[in-house]
T-cell receptor, first 109, second 115 residues
Framework: GQNIDQPTEMTATEGAIVQINCTYQ??????LFWYQQHAGEAPTFLSY??LDGLEEKGRFSSFLSRSKGYSYLLLKELQMKDSASYLC??????????WGAGTKLIIKP | DGGITQSPKYLFRKEGQNVTLSCEQN?????MYWYRQDPGQGLRLIYY???????QKGDIAEGYSVSREKKESFPLTVTSAQKNPTAFYLC??????????????FGPGTRLTVL
C-alpha cells in the first residue's frame, strides 16, 4: 500500500528553527509537495522537490532523499503566523497526490 | 483576480437529503479535484476530472457523484448513500503540463454538517 508518515504535532519557540519530517512509500514517484494549512482554511503551496537535495525559498527550505523515501521542511526564524498544519504529499506513478495526515505546528512566544 | 470559489462555506443538512457543493475556477485549469478532510487524516480523493465531460473515481467515491459540463465548474453531490458525510470538503484545480510540477490550487472549502 501507499503510505506517508509525518509527526502529528510539534511545538517550537518564536524565532527558533524547526524541522518537520516526512517519510513515504508510494507506487512510483513524480515529486513531493509541501503545503501549509491554517485551521479551517485551504492548503497553500509551499514547495516542490523532485530531485535530491535542498530547495530554499526565503525562511522555508525543503529537502528530498529519494533513495531513503524521506523529506523534511525546515522553517527558520519562526513567527507566530507560522502556527499551522504542514502537509506532505507525494505524486505517484499515476500523477495522483497521496497525502500525509499533516503535522500541526504550535509556536510559543 | 483568478482563483477557486466554493460555496457555501458552511452547510447543514438533515440525514437522508442529497446536497450539492459548488466549485468554480477561473484559472483555466484542465484538471479539477474533490477531496474530503477529516480530523487527524490526510486529504482523501473523492473524484477528479482532467477534461470536460469526463471524470474518474478517487479512493472514496462511494456515496458521491460529480459532473463536469463546463471547464470552470465541478460540482459535487453528497448523496444519502454516503454513510458519514459530515466533513470538510476541498475542491482543487491544476494545469496538466508535462515537464512541470502542476501544483494544485485549493478553494476555501465547505464544511458540511449532517444533523
Amino acid at each position: 500500500g501507499q503510505n506517508i508518515d509525518q509527526p502529528t504535532e510539534m511545538t517550537a519557540t518564536e524565532g527558533a528553527i524547526v524541522q518537520i519530517n516526512c517519510t513515504y512509500q508510494t507506487s512510483g514517484f513524480n515529486g513531493l509537495f509541501w503545503y501549509q494549512q491554517h485551521a479551517g482554511e485551504a492548503p497553500t503551496f509551499l514547495s516542490y522537490n523532485v530531485l535530491d537535495g535542498l530547495e530554499e525559498k526565503g525562511r522555508f527550505s525543503s529537502f528530498l532523499s529519494r533513495s531513503k523515501g524521506y523529506s523534511y521542511l525546515l522553517l527558520k526564524e519562526l513567527q507566530m503566523k507560522d502556527s499551522a498544519s504542514y502537509l506532505c504529499a507525494v505524486m505517484d506513478s499515476n500523477y495522483q497526490l497521496i497525502w500525509g495526515a499533516g503535522t500541526k505546528l504550535i509556536i510559543k512566544p | 483576480d483568478g482563483g477557486i470559489t466554493q460555496s457555501p462555506k458552511y452547510l447543514f443538512r438533515k440525514e437522508g437529503q442529497n446536497v450539492t457543493l459548488s466549485c468554480e475556477q477561473n484559472l483555466n485549469h484542465d484538471a479539477m479535484y474533490w477531496y474530503r478532510q477529516d480530523p487527524g487524516q490526510g486529504l482523501r480523493l473523492i473524484y477528479y476530472s482532467q477534461i470536460v465531460n469526463d471524470f474518474q473515481k478517487g479512493d472514496i467515491a462511494e456515496g458521491y457523484s460529480v459532473s463536469r459540463e463546463k471547464k470552470e465548474s465541478f460540482p459535487l453531490t453528497v448523496t444519502s448513500a454516503q454513510k458519514n458525510p459530515t466533513a470538510f470538503y476541498l475542491c482543487a484545480s491544476s494545469a496538466i503540463e508535462r515537464g512541470d510540477y502542476n501544483e494544485q490550487f485549493f478553494g476555501p472549502g465547505t464544511r458540511l454538517t449532517v444533523l
